[in-house]
């Protein structure tokens, strides 16, 4: 527990009260996530997000409601550091850094330590140095999970992965990591380059780590141009592409093109690795385990299966956020977490298993990556999704994968059923919100139960009306001045392409 920057990933189990845990955790969702559900422009399962994109979860604090980079955005610094502002308020990273191994004075384990910073801020004011040294102390933890028992060697497999920190008042930062061995003679050290961004993009940053390392290969003096001319430059729009121009010496100037994704609220994720590590009855089991907001540890030796894994699972809470602990990777000083009692969505090397095991936990779905197995479990998870939709899910799954569809194809066959179970099961929330003459809104949520058919369906969202995923949702929905209305909910629906049979006399939906 040595810095503010990732104690909140922990602490909020060991808040007083329950309130505390979701005000601080749902804070730091609202600042990661939903900002990219908001400017979705993709085809296909971005129309059948219609209806909900309107009540998306946003941050409460920030000077503006339109767009990720200001709701996080560090306090004002001095002029010669300040980052730009664009019409899209975001810029791409706050740091580039170097982490590598370094002897400890006594005995012979590693210590991870920063070894190269860009930017160097100076001229801070005390406030904003105090933030930037805890940060800067809590990130090389996360850059080497596995503990300090490391030796020189001649052969390390790459890995690329991300860790996720939350601040005291919410406020999220991604840290983007490659981790190699550089380049030289006899045995060596690996060492890890991190970008800390407030954007998630993980597939456009993955480019940028290419570029870094390219380059670092070369020389640590050409790095400086390429991410300083990076920082000058606008973060794009969905769709949109920035192109650099940068030097190599001995290759001339070179022209690199970063382009977003069009569907831009699965740019975090790619959910190839939890395709090939489970099977699709194995992730409607996760998410079911998720939707009700219950413990759930991974374990893969790799930190690229790790982090790519959870962020997956988390993904398919879509347009719902995780608003509890999320640790992709947990370090090894940080492994008591499994002991929290509230809901966490954690990822764990597998060379921890037995610490794992070790120790009390209740109530956990511990997922092996590795095997496809499923190490612990509360029992009932195949049952928490009701079997007819469960059936839609695993159909839809089924049809069209095959190794000719790019990521984001796969990102979006595997997203729309969960989306579409969604808008099934709780699509009709805007009916039952009545408004007062100040414009609030207050939440029927009998009644709201009662318009589901299926006793299956009812008995499910009955369950899920009391989640955090599911308040935090309708909480914003409540506080929303501008809400569709019935006509335009409606033929929201219908351009959905989901299976939902409207009627048109009093714009309400036949639900399942």
Known sequence: MRAAWFLRVVAGEHCST??????????????????????????????????????????RAGPSQNN??????????????????????????????????????????????ITYQFPKRENLLRGQQEEEERLLKAIPLFCFPDGNEWAPRT???????????????????????RRLLPAGPGPRLPKVYC?????????????????????????????????????????PAPGKTV???????????????????????????????????????????????????????????????????????????????????YIPVV?????????????????????FLQEVMDSPMEEVLLVNLCEGTFLLSVGDEK????PKLQDDILDSLGQGINERMTSEQVNEHVSGPFVKFFVKTVGHYASYIKRDANGQGHFQERPFCKALTSKTNRRFVKKFVKTQLFSLFIQEAEKSRNP????????????????????GSQNRCKLY
């Open 383 to 386: 049952d928490i999704i009701p």
């Open 243 to 325: 192109t650099l121009k940068s030097f190599i010496p001995d290759s001339g100037t070179e022209f690199i093109s970063l382009t977003r994704p069009l569907d831009s609220h699965l740019e975090h994720v790619d959910f190839s690795s939890l395709l090939r590590c489970l099977h699709f009855e194995q992730i409607i089991q996760i998410f079911a385990s998720a939707v009700l907001e219950r413990k759930i540890i991974f374990l893969a030796e790799g930190l690229s299966t790790l982090s790519q894994c959870i962020h997956a699972a988390a993904a398919l809470l879509y347009p719902f956020s995780w608003a509890h602990t």
């Open 68 to 113: 990720l980079g200001e709701a996080v955005t560090e306090p004002e610094r001095t002029q010669d550091y300040s980052l730009p502002s664009f019409a899209g308020g975001q810029h791409f990273f706050e740091y580039l850094l170097v982490v590598s191994l370094k002897k400890k004075h006594s005995g012979d384990d590693y210590e991870p330590t």
């Open 155 to 177: 052969e390390y497999p790459r890995e690329t992965f991300s860790f996720v920190l939350t601040n005291v008042d919410g406020s999220r930062k991604i840290g983007y990591c």
């Open 331 to 351: 370090p090894e000083s940080l492994l008591a977490t499994v002991c929290c009692p509230t809901p966490f969505m954690v990822g764990v090397q597998t060379r």
């Open 484 to 503: 569709p209305a019935g006509t335009e909910v409606t033929s929201r629906m219908k351009r959905s392409g989901t299976e939902y049979l409207c009627s």
């Open 195 to 235: 970008i800390i961004s407030c954007v998630g993009c993980f597939g456009l940053f993955s480019k940028i780590l290419d570029e870094v390392e390219k380059r670092h290969q070369i020389s640590m003096a050409i790095i400086y141009p390429f991410m300083q001319g990076l920082r000058e430059a606008a973060f």
């Open 18 to 59: 329950p309130s505390q845990t979701f005000g601080s955790q749902l804070e730091g969702q609202r600042a990661l996530m939903p900002r990219r559900h908001r400017t979705m422009e993709g085809q296909g399962v971005g129309r059948a997000l219609g209806l909900f994109r309107n009540w998306l979860p946003r941050p």
